[in-house]
């Protein structure tokens, strides 16, 4: 099973930050999106509000995989590293150590990229 990291505040004894784990329950897998292009194919720079959100991103923590109706574990087709294809509304995002995820269901996945 993967992991990612999410940092907290420094603890008074070491000076270090220590870090929690983000796992994902059942058939849920954790994504980085891929950055936003910032200039055209043909070289102009784009402002912020016109950058559209990227619908590719790297699975950076995966589920177990969901139970099936007699209790058994159906494991996930995908694993962390897969480079992946998703919806443009799928998932929800969340912040981790100021950086944006989306955590989603396998079902929300459209593909993995090869």
């Not at 784990?21 to 954790?30: I, Q």
């Not at 995989?65 to 509304?89: A, F, I, M, S």
């Not at 989306?102 to 993995?112: D, H, N, P, Q, T």
């Given at each position: 099973m993967a992991t990612a990291t999410k940092t907290k505040k420094t603890t008074k004894q070491s000076g270090k930050?220590?870090?929690t784990s983000v796992k994902p329950l059942d058939d849920r897998v954790?994504?980085?999106?891929d950055e936003a292009e910032t200039k055209t194919?043909?070289?102009?720079?784009?402002?912020?509000?016109?950058?559209?959100?990227?619908?590719?991103?790297?699975?950076v923590a995966a589920g177990p995989?969901?139970?099936?109706?007699?209790?058994?574990r159906v494991p996930l087709n995908v694993k962390k590293g897969d480079?992946?294809?998703y919806g443009k509304y799928a998932g929800t995002e969340?912040?981790?150590d100021g950086t944006e995820h989306k955590i989603m269901r396998e079902s929300e996945l459209l593909g993995v990229m090869e």
């Amino acid at each position: 099973m993967a992991t990612a990291t999410k940092t907290k505040k420094t603890t008074k004894q070491s000076g270090k930050t220590p870090k929690t784990s983000v796992k994902p329950l059942d058939d849920r897998v954790l994504v980085l999106p891929d950055e936003a292009e910032t200039k055209t194919a043909s070289g102009i720079f784009l402002p912020e509000g016109a950058k559209e959100k990227p619908q590719t991103g790297k699975i950076v923590a995966a589920g177990p995989g969901k139970l099936d109706d007699h209790g058994h574990r159906v494991p996930l087709n995908v694993k962390k590293g897969d480079t992946v294809l998703y919806g443009k509304y799928a998932g929800t995002e969340i912040d981790i150590d100021g950086t944006e995820h989306k955590i989603m269901r396998e079902s929300e996945l459209l593909g993995v990229m090869e």
